[in-house]
């Protein structure tokens, strides 16, 4: 993967590698919101530390996009013309089983999909990899995704490698959410911030996604407080969750426990998709603020919007606004996401009724 494909933080990640080639840290923290492109920072990182064709200080194989490797083969096999040889993939063999994951170099862990937490056993076998000697490169690169999940035990088996790091290897750690790290394993990285990206950025990635309406990329773009990640979600959901979400903020002041119970079972099942939903929740919110404060147009924004605007008093829009807010940094910092769901629909409709 190339810099110059980066969508955004090209220049820091330009920065980042003239460091890497010149001075290098054993271990970086990439920290910021969830889903602005940290890890692809980290990503385009090692394919540039390990790339067998460095010809230069932003030169890397385009494996990720390579357009030979995105066509498919032909049925039945090589087509053989007239003395025509079929496009050959022009990516080095090191980018390849990087994408693949199975460069014998580089190591990735994550917090795995029914799982809340990165185990001890995950950080061991990195562990384990780090310590054994490059065998196509000079260096060994791990990543770290979702090191904000990374259990007690965890973090205390890989502070030991942190304090005495082999001189070959180089850690990104990934976290949304840095504090929650143990303040001796923070304190031996190396940390980066990443900001959120603009909504121009989140525009032209979305059109390049194939989102070709331009006011569903905007309105995604306008919501998704600066994560591209989000922004896809929004704007390939056809809105599910947020027609369900806006409607339970319209109801919202009829809730009772079994109302509340039900809403969190439905849309704040695990922490990933509470933190998606708590964000939503707030950016409509803050588009219901404009219109009732502002005088902001009312067609740019979804009827819903301009309904709650109306029927909405000030200081329970309020109430309800911090209480988004709140439980999303709660949910961040490890709390029970259902939990948070059901106090906030519960606290909500009080705020709604004057309680």
Not at 115 to 135: A, S, W
Not at 167 to 172: D, L
Not at 316 to 321: E, I, Q, R
Request: net charge positive.
């Amino acid at each position: 993967m190339p810099l110059d494909g980066l969508r955004a933080h090209r220049e820091t990640a330009r920065r980042l590698l003239a460091e890497l080639k010149r001075r290098p840290s054993h271990a970086y923290l990439f920290s910021g919101p969830r889903g602005i492109g940290k890890s692809l920072v980290a990503s385009a990182l090692a394919h540039a530390l390990l790339c067998e064709r460095r010809a230069g200080e932003d030169f890397c194989c385009r494996v990720e996009r390579c357009p030979v490797r995105a066509v498919p083969p032909q049925a039945g096999g090589r087509r053989r013309g007239a003395g025509t040889e079929p496009p050959r993939c022009e990516c080095c063999a090191a980018c390849v089983q990087i994408a693949a994951g199975v460069h014998p170099d580089f190591t990735r862990i994550g917090r795995a999909a029914n799982r809340t937490d990165v185990l001890i056993e995950q950080v061991r076998g990195l562990i384990g990899e780090l310590g054994l000697k490059p065998t196509r490169s000079t260096v060994r690169v791990a990543i770290i995704d979702d090191a904000e999940t990374l259990n007690i035990p965890a973090q205390n088996a890989l502070l030991k490698t942190l304090e005495e790091p082999p001189g070959h290897a180089i850690i990104f750690l990934i976290a949304s959410a840095e504090r929650v790290l143990l303040d001796t394993v923070r304190s031996r990285l190396r940390p980066v911030r990443f900001a959120a990206l603009s909504a121009a950025d989140l525009e032209a990635i979305l059109a390049e996604r194939g989102i070709a309406d331009p006011g569903r990329r905007a309105a995604a773009a306008r919501r998704a407080r600066g994560s591209a990640a989000r922004a896809l979600v929004l704007a390939e959901s056809e809105g599910s969750a947020l027609d369900d979400l806006l409607e339970a903020l319209l109801r919202a002041r009829n809730f009772d426990f079994v109302s509340a119970q039900q809403l969190a079972q439905q849309h704040f099942r695990n922490r990933d998709e509470a933190s998606e939903n708590f964000e939503l929740i707030a950016r409509l919110l803050e588009e219901v603020l404009c219109l009732k404060l502002l005088g902001a147009d009312a067609g740019a924004y979804p009827k819903g919007v301009a309904e709650l605007a109306a029927m909405l008093p000030l200081e329970g829009l309020l109430s309800c606004l911090e209480g988004a807010a709140r439980a999303c940094v709660a949910v961040e910092a490890m709390a029970n996401p259902r939990l948070q769901a059901e106090q906030y629909w519960m606290n909500a409709a009080q705020a709604l009724r004057g309680e």
